[in-house]
């Protein structure tokens, strides 16, 4: 009894500005030496549960608490943040904002500091902390010069310091590239191992998360658990699909050929399933059926960029050298690659929000270099990642018709032209809403049409789905999908291997400042050297194929996608 | 590191002393710059302040660009000083001393120009000072020294947040400026002021937006991490003082204290060789 | 002094940052050659009102201590006071305004500008020339007239821009309220 940490009994939490609970009837254990993960699409209550652990409600964030939850055998309600501080370690998921030191050593030191630890022993923890998570070496280094991984074991490290008994991670993959994701996993794995601390994951990217074994898996949707068990178990039932969270991509396609998912098969794992001879022939046929050669079309070139170099001004480092590339008309191309590899750059010099050293940019066969960033804009449209970022108007009709008014188009123009875009983006019934009524995804799709009413040929996108849930990644691409449908060229700078499998046509893979690779995503994602230096996975499906003892893995991966555009999303 | 103050890490007499030290020297060399107007003790401050310059190892080199922008500062404010009150040196010392045989409202007098001088050197008797404070303290120590010298450790850890994320609000800054312009938003001299002003805002909304939430995200990291638990905190940066530290804070008390002496020898802040 | 919430903290020290940003890097060419308008002031009046005097008078503070420190010419006081001043009165002058809840009408938008217009006339044309006076003995009518000028630079600015984020912000914060589709 004693080594239980956490205890929810019959819990139910409403903040004090919704006019219903967020959460019912919660009842969860978590042991000593426990790892789970709390999954469930966004706004299932998975982020309240966090909340509620770490004392942040009812002392951050009020509202009305039924039920109880004990923390060590304590009322959590009675403690103070800081006490349940020392038992729970928490890791946001913003690794911005949880980095307040002004160097490395500095926020591994935080929470020291506030504990008034001398400064000989701050000192000698820091270095043993840094030493664990392999940081010695940039411990004075600003939070601008370290990476995403570094930053998050930075967070890591700043909870640790203070040896705590549970850590709660929320949503660490959000933020990473699915190679960093991946060293996150095994990262949160190694500091179980070593601490024996609980741990609990709050993600909703499955297939991640379980690259490493968890013990169990509770599953939330509308405020209440859906299901408390094995990963195994989980998978092998329907309760994933009904709450709209991704299943791992292998089993979708084992669900394709027709196999039944039992859990005495050891789905939570690609490394211990086990598949019977009968199923690995029903994956082979499906294989067989789905491996045709397809001729694609060619279609004229709407952007080339040929020769094109840049350097950048403060730190005088080319971050772009000999770029060739060329998007066709009609095309939805993915650009991927590490953090500082190029891609934003790329796309920022073609918008013409950076000036190139060198090189050619024609659109249209046209010399586009002499235009200026806001006549390109009429041609090239560029979306920022963070919706926030972009919103500057209280209503959407007037977020959406700045770019024409600031153009001076006559007002009874800007009322057509706003209608249709906002009728094309699924808007219009909203038109006269305020902006802050809508979810983020909405939010998303105001940015898109804001930029979609001066009629640009081709849009660029910054990672258009980074952060959402299974629901909003299909609303998105789906929107995305309908807008090429129509004609209009999309390039998606992404880290998303779901997203460049699902709806890119070709990867455009840019590593130190060049492009390595162009060619499609299934042969991008089965190249060992290209996913290495993109800093992305391959993808379980080749592993699958492996497995099945289909040779060609890349024709696989290339037959699930072309089945699941053909028969599964019409 | 951050270097956005222009922080040159070396080894040096003057880099070894305590953040708290140098903070406490600029503020008596301030106040002491600041009393007085007396000719010869703005001398003693301007040369003691370029003669340490050497001694911090810090070249002309490191500190041109800010001595540039200091020195169109300083011409245009001589400049205005002239325009505006050519009598003022007249005013101050008492007497009226024409030169080069003009007369006039105009026309230089020795003691405007003697007044002028001395503005300058008021200048130079505390710039250098103050180049040398931003070349040689880590902007990481600076919090630890407010807390160190008496400020509460809550504002000092509001320097040092402003400090931490300067330079990612200047990125967002520059993301999000690039991001409207391409829609139309301009700042250049095309439009007329308000709708410059608006296009501004139209920029600084999504800034101050995504700032709240942020606010609102540090501060419940921070909480979580146990700030403000005690009536104290420890810091990581803070530094021993030394004998070299008292040493350089007693030199600067004196310069204050020889400054409030020669007001109070004088008569006036004004050290005046017209009587 | 009552202790400070690390919310407030954290708003003095991102008011100051970004005060300091837009001070330092963000350039309005002003109808006067060679001169720039500076907009950080609509942002101090806009921390000023959600987060209260305190919050205002060390965010200019912070911020404007800065912006003098970063350019190296010294710091000039008077001019660093007088920013903290107009972040303190203009936080006084909100006091019952409460943004932060979306309230923000016609009458908060009256108070905030009526309030702006006095804590910037105090603040430049009353604090920073006496204490240029007093430290540097500059000719009066010098540094009056550069109070002057400063004051009706800011007014205007921290009016449009002050005002326009108020209202963005007041606006931003959700209401319960029955949105409907319209056809």
Same mark, same amino acid.
């Given at each position: ?111 020291? &500091? ?123 039932? &329907? ?87 060329? !998007? ?131 849009? !660029? ?68 050297? !290209? ?40 | ?275 | ?183």
């Amino acid at each position: 009894m004693n080594d239980v940490i956490i205890e929810f009994n019959d819990l139910g939490f409403q903040y004090r500005a919704q006019a219903k609970p967020t959460l019912y009837n919660i009842n969860l254990k978590v042991r000593k030496g426990e790892k789970i993960l709390i999954a469930g699409p966004s706004g299932c209550g998975k982020s309240t549960m966090a909340s509620l652990i770490n004392g942040l409600i009812p002392i951050s964030y009020k509202g009305e608490i039924t039920g109880s939850l004990l923390i060590k055998g304590k009322e959590s309600r009675e403690m103070s943040m800081f006490d349940i501080s020392h038992i729970v370690g928490t890791v946001l998921q913003d690794s911005d904002a949880q980095f307040v030191g002004m160097t490395v050593a500095e926020d591994l030191a935080f929470a020291l &500091e506030n504990d008034c630890i001398p400064q000989d022993n701050m000192k000698n923890r820091v270095k043993e902390v840094a030493e664990i998570l392999n940081l010695g070496s940039v411990l004075r280094h600003a939070p601008s010069e370290l990476s995403g991984g570094q930053k998050q074991r930075v967070s890591v490290g700043g909870v640790m310091a203070s040896d705590v008994e549970l850590f709660l991670f929320d949503e660490p993959l959000a933020n990473l590239d699915p190679k960093t994701g991946k060293q996150a996993i095994e990262l949160i794995d190694e500091l179980q191992k070593r601490t024996g601390a609980a741990v609990i994951i709050i993600e909703h990217r499955l297939e991640d998360v379980l690259h490493r074994p968890v013990d169990r898996i509770v599953l939330m949707n509308e405020g209440r658990i859906v299901s408390d068990t094995t990963p195994d178990e989980l998978l092998a039932s &329907e309760n994933l699909a009904n709450c709209g969270v991704r299943e791992p991509l292998y089993l979708t396609a084992l669900k394709y050929a027709g196999v039944d998912i039992k859990a005495e098969m050891h789905p939570a794992s690609l490394d211990e399933l086990t598949l019977s001879e009968a199923d690995k022939s029903k994956i082979r046929a499906f294989f067989e059926q789905n491996n045709k050669v397809k001729e694609k079309a060619d279609s004229e070139e709407l952007l080339t960029v040929r020769d094109l170099s840049f350097t950048y001004e403060k730190t005088n480092k080319k971050t772009l050298e000999d770029i060739a590339a060329s !998007i066709q008309k009609g095309e939805m191309v993915a650009v991927v690659g590490t953090n500082g590899a190029g891609k934003s750059t790329f796309s920022k010099v073609v918008c013409g929000m950076e000036k190139e050293d060198s090189g050619e940019i024609l659109f249209n066969g046209e010399d586009f270099r002499n235009l200026s960033i806001k006549e390109r804009a009429e041609h090239v449209g560029y979306v920022m990642q963070n919706p926030n970022q972009m919103i500057s108007k209280v209503m959407i009709f007037d977020e959406v018709a700045m770019g024409l008014r600031l153009r001076g188009v006559p007002e009874d123009e800007v009322k057509t032209r706003v209608e249709k875009a906002l009728e094309i983006c699924g808007l219009y019934k909203m038109r006269n809403w305020p902006i802050s009524a809508l979810s983020y995804g909405q939010k998303k799709r105001v940015t898109i049409c804001s930029i979609l009413v001066l009629e640009p040929e081709l849009m !660029i996108l910054d990672e258009p789905t980074a952060g959402q849930d299974y629901r909003n990644y299909t609303r998105i691409m789906e929107f995305l999908k309908s807008l090429n449908d129509r004609g209009i060229t999309i390039v998606m700078i992404t880290h998303d291997m779901h997203l460049m499998l699902e709806y890119a046509d070709r990867s455009i893979v840019f590593n130190g400042g060049r492009i390595i690779a162009d060619k499609s995503c299934a042969k991008v994602l089965t190249d060992t050297d !290209i996913v290495d230096k993109a800093s992305l996975k391959e993808t379980s499906l080749y592993h699958l194929a492996g497995l099945c003892g289909i040779s060609d893995g890349t024709a696989f991966v290339q037959g699930f996608i072309d089945y699941e555009r053909e028969n599964v999303r019409k | 590191m951050n270097n956005l103050f222009n922080y040159i890490e070396k080894e040096s007499p003057i880099h070894g002393l305590t953040g708290a030290t140098k903070l406490v020297c600029l503020l008596l060399w301030s106040l002491a710059a600041m009393t007085t107007y007396d000719t010869r003790l703005l001398l003693v401050l301007a040369v003691l302040g370029i003669a340490l310059f050497p001694i911090g190892r810090i070249g002309v080199k490191d500190v041109s660009f800010m001595l540039w922008f200091t020195l169109v500062f300083l011409v245009l404010n001589t400049v205005l000083v002239y325009l505006f009150s050519p009598q003022h040196g007249t005013e101050v010392y008492g007497t009226c001393t024409y030169l080069f045989g003009l007369s006039g409202h105009f026309a230089p007098t020795a003691e405007q120009l003697f007044f002028q001088l001395n503005y300058i050197l008021k200048y130079f008797a505390t710039i250098p000072f103050v180049l040398l404070f931003v070349c040689t303290t880590n902007p990481s120590e600076f919090a630890a020294s407010l807390n160190k010298i008496g400020v509460s450790y809550s504002v000092s850890y509001s320097v040092a947040l402003a400090l931490r994320y300067i330079p990612d609000i200047q990125k967002q800054y520059h993301e999000i400026s690039q991001a409207s312009q391409a829609r139309g938003v301009e700042l250049s001299k095309k439009a007329s002021l308000v709708s410059r002003l608006k296009s501004a805002s139209a920029i600084l909304v999504p800034l101050i937006l995504s700032s709240m939430d942020r606010i609102e995200i540090i501060s419940n990291a921070m909480e979580l991490r146990c700030f403000g638990k005690n009536k104290k905190r420890t810091w990581y940066m803070a530094q021993k003082f030394k004998a070299l530290d008292y040493v350089s804070m007693i030199v600067c008390a004196l310069l204050l204290v020889a400054s409030i002496t020669l007001t109070h020898i004088n008569g006036s802040r004004f050290y005046n060789p017209f009587k | 002094m009552k202790k400070l919430s690390v919310k407030t903290i954290v708003a003095i020290g991102i008011g100051a940052a970004l005060f300091f940003v837009l001070g330092r890097f963000v350039a309005i060419p002003s109808p006067v050659p060679n001169t720039n308008i500076s907009i950080q002031y609509g942002l101090l009046a806009f921390i000023a009102a959600v987060f209260g005097p305190v919050a205002g008078a060390l965010a200019g503070l912070i911020g404007h201590f800065f912006i003098d420190f970063s350019y190296g010419w010294g710091v000039w006081w008077s001019w660093v006071i007088a920013s903290a001043v107009f972040g303190c009165l203009m936080g006084v002058a909100t006091m019952r305004l409460k943004i932060d809840e979306g309230e923000f009408g016609t009458k908060g938008i009256i108070t905030f500008n009526v309030g702006q217009a006095i804590a910037h006339l105090i603040s430049w044309v009353v604090v920073a020339p006496v204490l240029d006076i007093l430290m540097f003995q500059e000719p009066a009518n010098k540094v009056f007239l550069q109070g002057v000028t400063g004051a009706i630079i800011n007014i205007i600015t921290t009016a449009i821009v002050g005002t326009l984020v108020c209202l963005a912000y007041s606006k931003a914060i959700p209401k319960k309220g029955s949105l409907k589709e319209e056809n």
